[in-house]
């Protein structure tokens, strides 16, 4: 068999997203233009965005899956030298990518699955192999045995020895230069290959082939990472309804002063995600902090307080994110107090001066240093810990400092940051309360931006710049 080396790398992972050969499209890519920012208005009210029925969701999801198969995945393999890139897994031991390859309709592997995806070059595009599993909507040529099934209407799923016999056939009749595994120490969502899955997988090669064998993290999790611009739209619409919910718990439709705990809160936001046909991939919490408090707490909601949500939902298979601010005003006032404004404007600052730092080819310790340094500078007391979100919550790519971590993060934060790539921007100001006798309030933010294909900074739907209250 004459073997079709992989494309030279030639183009840079930007421009191969955009401009990749799709070797079979069913529809064509919506325009760039779909990633464009969101000019929205501070007063302008969130608004609630129902889902599509879920046949509807389905589709287009499916439409995603397909799209990043074919313009994402061809760019990232010619662009690290990857031939061949092998995936296998049983069910409920899946590859952190299996949720980034598969249809929707597909909740887990099934016995076992291997994915082959093998660069025959530009002109032929990528072939996507299913041994095990059905063919994902139409993404991948699927395999079964050649035995009968006990019914006589069809073939038997492959299983065992015969799955592997198939597997090794087709690595030597492709002959490929190398065999890229999801194996790494460091990365997650690069070493989704199971231990037991790894013994049998090399066993069923041959002794050449096993030295072919390597290691590519930045594969499995650039593309994770990486978007298309036909997400963002109904992304947008998630994030105004994720703004929309919290700004309705945190107003007097939800809570009564003195009355309404924090938990009370919570609950309702979880119950108000279930009722929107969404879900959650963490617990809600919901704090509040009174001028006679040493810090964030919970329980009863009292005029005078400020408040502070961390809330995400999962809906169409993406995550969210989300801290804001509100406040509970006393009898009398009409706005918030200067001092507690200034703290909510002191976290906006930070906001901008870490989106001025996240340059594409930076690396997440690089940004922090950075943008801690000239936080500094600016006398604002605060700390970053901003990461990647999309497919995952706490996603694929680099970390730009944790919480306990000003220093930087080893690894996680040595990755560097590309454009196409969505984050949630979390951090805190802690600033001095004049109206509370000086007391310092840690005002956290966390909300969602992304880099389009030429690495410029936006915010997904807008940013809070202003408390929610409740009167």
């Not at 092998?86 to 980034?100: G, I, N, T």
């Not at 093998?118 to 299913?130: K, S």
């Amino acid at each position: 068999m004459t073997r079709v080396p992989p494309a030279p790398k030639a183009l840079s992972i930007g421009v191969l997203l955009a401009a990749a050969t799709i070797a079979q499209p069913l529809l064509p890519p919506l325009p760039l233009i779909a990633q464009a920012p969101a000019v929205v208005p501070e007063d302008a009210p969130a608004r609630y965005h129902p889902l599509p029925a879920l046949r509807a969701q389905a589709d287009e999801r499916l439409a995603w899956t397909r799209a990043r198969l074919e313009r994402v995945l061809p760019a990232l393999m010619r662009e690290y030298g990857v031939e061949m890139w092998v995936l296998s897994m049983r069910e409920y031991a899946e590859d952190p990518v299996f949720w980034s390859i598969t249809a929707p309709t597909t909740f887990a592997a099934r016995r076992r699955s291997i994915y082959v995806f093998y660069d025959r070059g530009p002109a032929q595009g990528i072939e996507r192999i299913a041994l095990g599993g059905g063919s994902q909507g139409g993404l991948y040529t699927p395999y079964r045995s050649a035995r009968p099934a006990p019914t006589g209407n069809e073939t038997a799923e492959l299983w065992g020895d015969e799955q592997w016999r198939l597997f090794r056939e087709i690595v030597e009749d492709r002959d490929p230069a190398n065999i890229v595994l999801n194996i790494d120490e460091h990365q997650a969502f690069s070493d989704g290959l199971h231990a037991g899955e790894r013994e049998a997988l090399e066993a069923a090669l041959s002794p050449a082939y096993r030295r072919r064998i390597k290691r590519e993290p930045r594969l499995a999790m650039n593309y994770i990472a990486l978007r298309i611009p036909e997400m963002m739209p109904r992304y947008r619409k998630i994030e105004e309804t994720v703004h929309a919910m919290i700004s309705e718990a945190f107003s007097n439709a939800v809570i009564v002063p003195g009355v309404t705990t924090t938990d009370d809160v919570v609950w309702w936001l979880r119950q108000k995600v279930q009722d929107l046909g969404m879900t959650t991939w963490f617990q809600t919490s919901v704090n509040r902090f009174g001028p006679a408090d040493e810090d964030w707490g919970t329980g009863v909601i009292e005029r005078g307080d400020m408040l502070w949500t961390d809330f995400g939902v999962v809906a169409l298979g993406l995550k969210t994110d989300t801290q804001h601010l509100g406040y509970v005003l006393r009898a009398g006032e009409s706005r918030v107090p200067a001092g507690v404004g200034r703290c909510l404007a002191n976290s906006n600052r930070l906001q901008d001066i870490l989106l001025a730092h996240m340059e594409p080819g930076a690396s997440g310790n690089v940004i922090l240093a950075n943008a801690l340094a000239q936080m500094r500078a600016e006398g604002i007391d605060g700390t970053i810990y901003t990461h990647p979100i999309g497919d995952h919550g706490h996603g694929a790519g680099p970390l730009i400092g944790r919480w306990d971590a000003q220093e930087g993060v080893p690894h996680r934060g040595d990755v560097l940051l590309l454009p196409s790539t969505w984050h949630s921007i979390e951090l805190q100001a802690t600033t001095p309360i004049a109206e509370w006798d000086g007391k310092r309030v840690s005002c956290r933010q966390e909300e969602e931006a992304y880099l389009d294909e030429e690495g410029a900074r936006h915010w997904v739907y807008r940013r809070q710049s202003r408390y929610h209250l409740v009167w």
